[in-house]
Structure formats: structure tokens, C-alpha cells
């Protein structure tokens, strides 16, 4: 069974940084690719990062050139780094595996970014 397990998620004052960290069950590299995504209440989950098995990484146009995913093989995790925070990345952030046509979930991490 898989099972993502999300941390690192708290409050941060703007322009600060928070690493999240997300846990598997699984190898982290048994998947297609593995992301992280995150959704704030009434909209649509989004994108933020993804990175597949071959290490090529895409962000979304809001993030880029604050956040980096990357991947630490020893632990079995899959992390994001998140510098210059603003209050509009305030958000639960999940963290997903795609394995075949299926896509796992974590339960997400809250980020609260204080203006």
C-alpha cells in the first residue's frame, strides 16, 4: 500500500523559507513522476512542483526560481524548498506519486505565510 506522509508545513513571516519534507512507503523512485501540489479552500488543486524518474523537474510560473524540488535517495523522500515565501502561497500542500495510471496523495501540510 502506498502511503506519502507530508511535513514541514508551519507559519512563516514573507520573505522567509520552509522545507517540506514527504515520506513514502514506497521507493520514490517505483513512481513516473512524483510532485508537489497544494490547494487553498474553494479553488482547484495546482501544481507547484513535479520531478520524474529521469530527475527532470517542472514548476508552476508562480514558483519558479523560489521553490526547488529535489529528491534524497538515502532517506526515501522527496523535498521542496520554498524561499521568499508571500502570503499567496499560503496553502495545504500535498504531496502525490504517479505510479501507472494512478496518482497517490498524502494528507497535506498547512503553509501560512504571514504578510
Known amino acids: 500500500q502506498v502511503q506519502l506522509v507530508e511535513s514541514g508545513g508551519g507559519l512563516v513571516q514573507a520573505g522567509g523559507s520552509l522545507r517540506l519534507s514527504c515520506a513514502a512507503s514506497?521507493?520514490?523512485?517505483?513512481?513516473?513522476?512524483m510532485g508537489w501540489y497544494r490547494q487553498t479552500p474553494g479553488k482547484q488543486r495546482e501544481m507547484v512542483a513535479t520531478?520524474?524518474?529521469?530527475?527532470?523537474?517542472s514548476y508552476a510560473d508562480s514558483v519558479k526560481g523560489r521553490f526547488t524540488i529535489s529528491r534524497d535517495k538515502d532517506k526515501n523522500t522527496v523535498n521542496l524548498q520554498m524561499n521568499s515565501l508571500k502570503p499567496e502561497d499560503t496553502a495545504l500542500y500535498f504531496c502525490?506519486?504517479?505510479?501507472?495510471?494512478?496518482?497517490?496523495w498524502g494528507k497535506g501540510t498547512q503553509v501560512t505565510v504571514s504578510s
Open positions: 502525490a506519486i504517479d505510479r501507472g495510471a494512478l496518482r497517490y
Open positions: 514506497v521507493s520514490i523512485f517505483s513512481g513516473n513522476a
Open positions: 520531478i520524474t524518474i529521469g530527475g527532470f523537474t
